[in-house]
């Protein structure tokens, strides 16, 4: 079993609608969690970062997680065209430094 | 301010050739990671630098790979007698401290063969 887990997708969705990307994570010490965009040939960018149980709110993105149940997802709402990309969900432990990263679901947005 | 850049940004070896690859991390940038992307999977952690001292070598495939950061600033990674499996995109990412956001450089897409 790999460390983190994404559906490797494509995840279809219509222009203007919400995109639930989901991540669940094996270590119950882990404390931070990321999720980053990787646009095909580029470099991952950091989308946010969430280290406490609930949701987190930032612009058309929330990031929502469940410690009890090892599980962290990205929400995009008023998804557009340009959202098209791979996510990347990715974890730390506490006091460690080296991020841990799934293999990314691919989200594409229908104009 | 500028970011992480990496050079070459693309790279052709036979097999059995020496390459490096080079790192500027963002100035001030204590840390410093390396992590290498095979196609379709997600960046998986090579080597972990802070300042000059490199921390944590753990996640290096075989004794072929090697890295550097001399003056705490910029690094190279090293890989001897490339083999076809060796072919990735290597990225370079820093951050202020460890427990810092991480910043990924554009990386180097290597191919073996």
């Known amino acids: 079993q790999k460390e983190v887990e994404q559906n490797s997708g494509p995840l279809s969705v219509p222009e203007g609608a919400i995109a639930s990307l989901n991540c669940t994570y094996s270590?119950?010490?882990?404390?931070?969690f990321f999720w980053y965009r990787q646009y095909s040939g580029k470099s991952p960018e950091l989308i946010m970062f969430?280290?406490?149980?609930g949701d987190k709110e930032d612009g058309r993105f929330t990031a929502q997680l469940n410690k009890a149940s090892q599980y962290v997802s990205l929400l995009i709402r008023d998804s557009q065209p340009s959202d098209s990309a791979t996510y990347l969900c990715?974890?730390?432990?506490?006091?460690?430094?080296?991020?841990?990263f799934g293999s990314g679901t691919r989200l594409l947005v229908r104009p | 301010g500028a970011g992480v850049s990496q050079s070459p940004r693309y790279k052709v070896a036979k097999r059995g050739q020496d390459v490096a690859l080079r790192c500027d991390p963002i100035?001030?940038?204590?840390?410093l990671f390396w992590y290498q992307q095979a196609l379709g999977q997600g960046p998986e952690f090579l080597t972990y630098?802070?300042?000059?001292?490199?921390?944590?070598k753990s996640g290096l495939p075989s004794d072929r790979f090697f890295a550097e950061r001399p003056e705490g600033s910029v690094s190279t990674l090293k890989i001897q007698r490339t083999q076809q499996e060796d072919s990735a995109v290597y990225l370079c990412?820093?951050?202020?401290?460890?427990?810092?956001?991480?910043?990924f450089g554009p990386g180097t897409r290597l191919l073996v063969l």
């Open positions: 990412a820093s951050s202020l401290s460890s427990q810092e956001t991480q910043y």
């Open positions: 270590d119950r010490g882990s404390q931070s």
């Open positions: 969430i280290y406490s149980n």
């Open positions: 990715a974890v730390k432990g506490d006091s460690s430094y080296k991020l841990i």
């Open positions: 100035s001030g940038h204590v840390s």
């Open positions: 630098f802070q300042n000059e001292a490199q921390l944590d």
